[in-house]
């Protein structure tokens, strides 16, 4: 970041399954500069969205599962604002 003057954010991945569906899904189990919660309002009712995880099913469209060896995906045009101190705990119950 320092040689580039560019901040990026970086979500971490892996398979999830669940017992009510076949196959697998792609959740965040970590990030770095990004919120992992993206917080909305619409007809004045407030919409917590979890952005970490709907990033991380983005790139699980061209990460693949299993064998496909394409370890990272850098995902464009989604805004954000930088955050160096959010975890993924903040997308936890």
Do not use: W
Request: proline share 1%.
């Amino acid at each position: 970041m320092e040689a580039l003057q560019v901040q990026i954010a970086v979500v971490i991945t892996d398979s999830d399954g669940r017992v009510d569906k076949k196959g697998a899904n792609q959740v965040a189990v970590g990030l770095y500069g990004i919120d992992g919660l993206r917080k909305t309002q619409h007809d004045g009712k407030k919409y917590i969205e979890t952005l970490c995880d709907m990033l991380a099913s983005t790139a699980g469209l061209v990460m693949g599962q299993r064998g496909v060896n394409i370890p990272v995906v850098r995902i464009r045009g989604v805004e954000y604002g930088f955050h160096e101190s959010a975890t993924i705990e903040d997308a936890i119950n």
